[in-house]
């Protein structure tokens, strides 16, 4: 009757044990935060230009290492390279996180993005618009204040757009974006 007792405790000890280590991954992260972009057209006449604004994303943790997360993005600028021009850039994308949960309260986390980016304008009067394939390589370090909410310091991506420059057919634009912000989990 003793051991009967002795191996239920255990195995409720055991399973207790499983069930908490299970609860330090979250099922769900929804960041929220500033983003700044650098973009780089393609055509050599062309400078490079700064875009502020902010991302937003959720990350569903399929396991302790693997999510997967749709992230949205809008940026803008008043006067691009002050010339009157008004622009903005939206990006929509989906895909895989790898996330390294060992380090305490430190997360560190790579993914791949693949999606849509929207670009619109106006310039003295008129507005000019595109759609354009968009993804991103980057990653980041999340910082665990409580087991609800994590701090993002710092996040940067290399990220790419196909939109059509004038003159020139589509290009291949090489951005990046940086964003830090806030984190709650779930």
């Known amino acids: 009757m003793k051991w009967k007792l002795v191996v239920s405790l255990l195995a409720v000890m055991a399973l207790s044990g499983v069930s908490a280590?299970?609860?330090?991954t979250p099922k769900v992260d929804i960041f929220a935060g500033?983003?700044?972009v650098r973009v780089n057209p393609s055509t050599a006449a062309t400078n490079s230009f700064n875009l502020n604004g902010g991302s937003a994303s959720i990350a569903y943790n399929a396991n302790n290492w693997l999510s997967g997360v749709a992230d949205f993005g809008g940026y803008h600028s008043g006067n691009i390279?002050?010339?009157g021009t008004d622009g903005t850039?939206?990006?929509?994308?989906?895909?895989?996180?790898?996330?390294?949960?060992?380090?305490?309260?430190?997360?560190?986390?790579?993914?791949?993005?693949?999606?849509?980016?929207?670009?619109?304008?106006?310039?003295?009067?008129?507005?000019?618009?595109?759609?354009?394939?968009?993804?991103?390589?980057g990653g980041g370090v999340d910082y665990k204040l409580t087991d609800r909410l994590a701090i993002r310091p710092v996040k940067v991506d290399y990220l790419m757009s196909r939109f059509s420059e004038t003159g020139t057919g589509t290009n291949t634009q090489n951005n990046l974006r940086v964003s830090t912000g806030i984190v709650f989990r779930f």
């Not at 895989?96 to 619109?120: D, K, N, Q």
Request: aromatic share 16%.
């Open 21 to 24: 280590h299970a609860q330090d």
């Open 34 to 36: 500033y983003s700044y």
């Open 81 to 83: 390279l002050k010339t």
């Open 89 to 137: 850039l939206s990006t929509y994308l989906f895909g895989p996180r790898v996330s390294y949960r060992h380090f305490g309260r430190i997360t560190p986390f790579g993914e791949v993005l693949f999606g849509v980016a929207h670009a619109s304008a106006s310039i003295g009067g008129g507005t000019a618009s595109d759609n354009a394939f968009a993804m991103t390589v």
